[in-house]
């Protein structure tokens, strides 16, 4: 398959696919385009095969896909990377999602910076599963207390978690996402409308829908290889 048309519509089917195996809905499961340092017309052309909802990892670069695509109604951004205190307004200001939020820091600056006339920003909690020294996320025994300062901002909606675990020997992905889907189940409890599961990517969607995963992030198996020479 060499267009992103054709790429779009494998993912769709293979994910109609293993819902079926698992006995879930796909309609449950919301499939978001990874195209961060991806041109706009690649993005134009997801767009045009009917993906409406892109990933992007770096604050100017989603600034500057959303002014370049403003014309093209119902594009809906994920904002997925690691954020500085120093860039939270432009997420604020463009995104309709962010994945990535682990500091009540960033979170107060985000909703104090949301524009009035927009809706909340649609947030969800990182959480470092696997342990990794050198990955942004809280730990799972942070979850509640910052769940909690986190929907008292009245310029954010609390919708979930996110979390981005690393296979190695010693900790093998499946018993993360195991984790991260009582993690979830926990959220839920306490904060009903924290039903978002935001995990699983190009190499492990397949495992992550297995543990309760509702929005999945694909990029190169969407756009291809990455050129990594354009971001901030």
């Known amino acids: ?57 770096y604050p100017q670069e989603l600034a500057e896909k959303v002014a370049a695509l403003s014309q093209h109604q119902g594009i809906c951004w994920h904002f997925i990377g690691p954020l500085q205190s120093n860039k939270t307004r432009l997420v604020a200001e463009h995104a309709t999602w962010c994945h990535s939020l682990d500091r009540l820091k960033i979170a107060s600056r985000l909703s104090a910076q949301r524009p009035k006339h927009l809706p909340p920003l649609q947030v969800l909690l990182q959480v470092n599963i ?12 942070q979850v509640m207390s910052l769940a909690t300062e986190v929907a008292a901002l009245p310029g954010l909606e609390l919708k979930g978690l996110m979390a981005i675990p690393a296979p190695t ?26 039903c978002e599961l935001s995990m699983g990517m190009s190499d492990d969607w397949q495992l992550a829908l297995k543990y309760g995963a509702t929005m999945i992030r694909l990029g190169t198996a969407i756009f291809g290889a990455r050129n990594y020479e354009r971001h901030e």
């Open 169 to 194: 020997e010693q900790k093998p992905v499946e018993p993360a996402f195991a984790r991260m889907q009582q993690l979830s189940q926990v959220l839920r409890t306490n904060f009903p409308q924290a």
């Open 1 to 57: 398959m060499n267009t992103i048309a054709e790429r779009l519509q494998s993912a769709y089917q293979q994910i109609a696919e293993q819902c079926t195996k698992l006995g879930s809905n796909p309609a449950d499961v919301q499939l978001i385009a990874v195209s961060k340092t991806k041109p706009d017309a690649d993005i134009l052309s997801a767009y045009q095969a009917g993906q409406r909802h892109f990933g992007e990892n």
């Open 130 to 141: 696997s342990g990794e020294v050198s990955k942004a996320g809280i730990s799972p025994d």
